[in-house]
Structure formats: C-alpha cells, structure tokens
C-alpha cells in the first residue's frame, strides 16, 4: 500500500524535481554521516563530500593544522573522504597511545592505496596474528644475521669504502650525493634479504631506486587522498595514481625475481639471507598458517623499501647540515681524529667514546624529523584517550613532530643544536627522541639503521669535508612525500 503510494508520488515526480529529491537525500545521509560519534574528539566542520580534505595544506600536512590544534587541544579530529582521523599531539599523550594502550592502537588501517598495493600481506600494513608473526620472524631473522659469519658491521664498513671511493671520483667539484647514498644505503639490506649488493653502475638498480624514490614522492601527494577518499572511481581515471601503481609493479617484479632464483638453488642446510630462511620456514610441518608465497614476497618489499629511503633521506641531511654547520663538522672531525685517526675504519665500539659524533646522528634526526606524522594507526578496540571516546576502526595520527620540536623538551626547537643530546661532554639520552616511534609496533630496524647511520657518516666525515660549492647557499627546504626529504642539492666533497 505504501509502497504504490510512494511510487504513484515518484511517477508523478519531473527530473528536475526527482534530481532535487535525490540531492537533498544524498546531503542529509551525508551529513548524518559528518556527524561526529558521541564523544568523540572535537575539531572543524566537514565540508559535504570531501569531509576536511581542503582545511589543509598537503605540501606541509605536518604542520599545517597548527591553528586547528590550538583552537581545540592536544586530541582533536577531522574528516578525510568518509574516515575519522584523530591527531594526537604531544609527549604524554603519544606516549598513551603508543604505549601504555599499545595494545588497543596497533592496527593499520586499510587505506584503499595501500590495500591495492600490498593487500593486508607484509610487515608494514598487515594486521592481527599474521603481523605479529612476519614481525616476529623479521626481527629474529635480522638479528640472527647481525651475528652471521660476516657480520653487519663488517658488511656496512664494507660499503662505507665503496661509497667513499665513488664520492672520491667526483674530485671536489659539486655533485647530487642522492642516489649513490641511496645505493649504499639500499646494499646493506639487499644483502640481508637477497645475499646481494648492487653495483652504482647498475642501471637496472639505479632505475629501480629512482622508481622507489618517485613513488614515495607521489604517495605523500594530494593524489593518495583523493584516491583513498573516491577509490573506485579513480581506480579507471588516469593521474599520478597510476604511475604509483605500475612503480610497485615493476619492485613486485624485482622481488619475485629475486625469490625464483633463490628457490632454485636453495640449499636448506645453507641459509643465505632473509629469503633463505623464509623458505625454510615455509617448508616445515608445523609452519604457521602465515608463512607464504604472498607474505614472503610482501615481507622482502616492505624490508627492502624501508630500509633503503629512511636511512638514506636521513643521511642526505646530516651532508646538508654539516656543509651549512661549518665549526660543527670541524668538532666532529677533530673527534675522529683522536678516537679513529685515518689508518682504520670506523667501528660500533668507537660511538661510547665519541659523545660528540653520537650526539650530531641523533640531532640530524631529531631535526630531519623525516616521518612527521608517524605511520597511521588504527584503534583495535572501543577504548578512550583523554577523556574522550575512541571507538573501534578509528584512524589516529601520533603526531611525531609536536615531540621531535617540542618546547618543553629542547632548548632551541627550530636551531640545530648537538648540545640537546650532551651533559657535562656526555651523551646523554633523551626520551623525547622518538624518530623511530615507540611500543609494539615501532620501527622494526631501529638498531639496524643506528648502526648504519653512525657507521656512515663517520667513513664520510673522517675522509671528506662538505661544503656548499661556490656562490651557492643550501636550503633546508623539503618535499613533502611519504618521508621529509631535503629538495635535490648539490655539494662539494673535499677529501681531508
Ligand atoms: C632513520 C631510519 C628510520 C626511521 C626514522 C624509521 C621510522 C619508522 C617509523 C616512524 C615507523 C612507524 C612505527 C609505528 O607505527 O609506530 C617505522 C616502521 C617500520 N620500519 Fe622503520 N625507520 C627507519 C629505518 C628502517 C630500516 C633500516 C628498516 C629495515 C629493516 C625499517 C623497517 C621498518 C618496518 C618493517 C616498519 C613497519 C613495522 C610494523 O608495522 O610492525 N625501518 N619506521
Ligand atoms: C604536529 O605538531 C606540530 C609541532 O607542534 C604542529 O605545528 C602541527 O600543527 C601538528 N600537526 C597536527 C596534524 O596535529
Ligand atoms: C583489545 O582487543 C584485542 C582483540 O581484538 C584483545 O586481544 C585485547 O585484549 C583487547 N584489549 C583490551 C585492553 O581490551
């Protein structure tokens, strides 16, 4: 009865008044969908449709909600497409959800991007049982060939020599470090996932970097939201999304490469790398339902992609600030020079008697500030922050930067200041030194990239000096992408 009523009115109904009834249907549903969850934190007004998409500026996302952050405190939330994100801001309350309530915020959320890429497979975006035990096997695995016959340190000086030599053939003049970094850098953990290093000539290598290095540029973009926020309507449209999608493609391929050849001479009595002993631990009885074809080949990327872009971006600005930090290169030098002098190279053991040289890798750091933002996490359970409700599936921004610059904690926030890691000459640790995040689910190669970082550029610093080239000043600016890295530049390297 109703239901002939209702579509006698709808027969009766012009376009033009049909489309005004669908209008005015499609923003009300969109608006009871704006409406915020019974406390939940505050925050601005979502426009219709596009949520808080355009109250930010993505070229500087990690600072851009200042004002919003001082109109309504330490936890407040926005829209993105149809998702609630939750900034959290400050010491104790990252702290809270790093921490103390790790276990009610260690999901990823399943960003559409991110899904058509790794799908919920690998260490980065997986979740539950299976996360923890990639993450598991990851960790122990990278410990195990951290005491291998050849060990990392040996690995990492190793390659300090072939990067210093390469640097040492562009004879003073001024050259882009980047890739050659990069490849330094992105050897270390090829060799532990692949049982391989890769020479600066290879051009298959280089391509594949700057594939890698381009797509961590556009995945930082305004194109991720957009595509997160009207994913299946972008998924058939062209635009930078695409290239994001054929770029993985072609590292997918990389690593499948990489994973038929090791299978062909796999040995299970001789375990090589990473790789190796993943397919040995597919191949027991009892191996955990998780130990797979998709998992071993997502687990390699993840691996060899974040390990090769942090450690290097990083890397990138300790050059740049030492060329713009003159007298304080000059104490690092003098500081190799008693501790190391030229005759050997740098080992781990020299970092406790070198409190200055310690000090310049954590303000680089500190002050690279490389993932402003953290990597988003999501509620597991209904749970609460600050007095407020935080339900089930709610995405949070622990905000990296509000502690890594945050006034309470460092004498001068904005300066680059060794200083904020030294007591008395002495190194002294600071908890608000968080780069690498905290609590269950932070960086999986914390140690790994410490020892890379303070192996590096000490090899660097004892045998070169870096300054800017002639008539040129350096510029801190950055570009913004999944990592803060330094806009390209040029410098000189003059052999000491
Ligand atoms: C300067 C160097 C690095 C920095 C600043 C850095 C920073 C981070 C941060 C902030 C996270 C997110 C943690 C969280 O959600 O709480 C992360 C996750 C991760 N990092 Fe790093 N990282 C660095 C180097 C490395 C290296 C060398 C590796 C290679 C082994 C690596 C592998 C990973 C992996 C696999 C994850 C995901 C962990 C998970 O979701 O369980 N990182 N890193
Ligand atoms: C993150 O912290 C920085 C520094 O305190 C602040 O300027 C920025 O507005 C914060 N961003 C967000 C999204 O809360
Ligand atoms: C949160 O949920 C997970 C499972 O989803 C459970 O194992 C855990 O105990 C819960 N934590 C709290 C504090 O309720």
């Given at each position: ?19 005004l ?17 019974k ?10 449709v ?8 993505f070229?500087?996302?990690h ?29 104790p309350?990252?702290k ?35 996360w ?5 096997f ?14 990392l340190e ?33 050897n270390?953990?090829?060799s532990?996932v692949?049982?391989d ?20 540029v ?7 939201q ?29 690593v499948?490469?990489?994973?038929e ?6 040995n299970?009595?001789e375990?090589r ?49 030492m ?25 781990m ?36 922050l ?15 930067t509000s ?8 004498e001068?926030?904005d ?65 913004m ?16």
């Amino acid at each position: 009865m109703l239901l002939q009523l209702l579509s006698v009115l709808w027969e009766s109904l012009s376009l033009p008044e049909v489309l005004l009834f669908l209008a005015s249907f499609l923003l009300v549903a969109d608006y009871l969908k704006r409406r915020r969850p019974k406390g939940f934190p505050p925050g601005p007004m979502a426009l219709p449709v596009l949520g808080n998409m355009f109250s930010v500026d993505f070229r500087k996302l990690h600072l851009s909600m200042q004002q919003i952050a001082e109109k309504y405190g330490n936890v407040f939330s926005m829209q993105f497409g149809s998702e609630w994100v939750v900034l959290v801001n400050g010491l104790p309350l990252v702290k809270e959800v790093l921490v103390h309530q790790g276990e009610n915020f260690l999901d990823r959320p399943p960003f559409p991007l991110t899904n058509e890429i790794t799908g919920k497979f690998g260490l980065l975006a997986s979740n539950g049982l299976s996360w923890k035990q990639q993450r598991r096997f990851a960790l122990s695995t990278l410990r195990n060939f951290g005491l291998g016959k050849k060990s990392l340190e040996e690995r990492i000086q190793d390659e300090s020599r072939y990067l210093a030599d390469a640097i040492e053939d562009e004879k003073g003049q001024p050259f882009d470090p980047h890739f050659q970094i990069n490849n330094a850098v992105s050897n270390i953990i090829c060799s532990i996932v692949f049982g391989d290093r890769f020479d600066y000539h290879d051009h298959r290598f280089q391509k594949l970097l700057q594939i890698l290095d381009q797509s961590v540029v556009l995945q930082g973009s305004i194109w991720s939201q957009v595509y997160d926020t009207f994913p299946t309507i972008m998924k058939y449209l062209p635009g930078p999304h695409q290239t994001i999608f054929k770029n993985w493609e072609q590292l997918k391929a990389f690593v499948k490469e990489m994973i038929e050849k090791h299978k062909e001479d796999w040995n299970p009595s001789e375990t090589r790398d990473f790789i190796d002993a993943y397919l040995n631990e597919m191949a027991k009885d009892d191996a955990a339902s998780s130990f797979h074809e998709q998992n071993l080949l997502f687990s390699t990327l993840d691996l060899f992609f974040a390990g090769t872009e942090t450690t290097s971006t990083t890397l990138r600005w300790a050059l740049l600030y030492m060329a713009l930090n003159p007298e304080i290169q000059a104490r690092v030098h003098s500081e190799i020079d008693s501790e190391i002098g030229q005759s050997r190279q740098p080992r781990m053991e020299d970092r406790d008697s070198m409190p200055y040289t310690n000090a310049v890798v954590h303000e680089v750091q500190r002050i690279s500030n490389i993932v402003p933002l953290n990597v988003p996490r999501m509620a597991t359970n209904d749970t609460e922050l600050a007095g407020f409700r935080v339900p089930k599936g709610t995405i949070l921004l622990p905000n990296l930067t509000s502690i890594l610059f945050d006034k309470d904690e460092w004498e001068t926030p904005d300066v680059f200041n060794p200083n904020h890691f030294l007591e008395n000459g002495q190194f002294r640790k600071k908890e608000a030194f968080m780069p690498f995040s905290a609590g269950k689910r932070a960086c999986l190669g914390e140690q790994l990239a410490k020892m890379e970082l303070f192996l590096f550029f000490t090899a660097l610093l004892q045998k070169f000096t870096f300054q800017a080239p002639k008539d040129v000043s350096l510029s801190l600016d950055y570009r913004m992408g999944l990592t803060l890295s330094p806009q390209p530049y040029r410098i000189c390297a003059h052999p000491r």
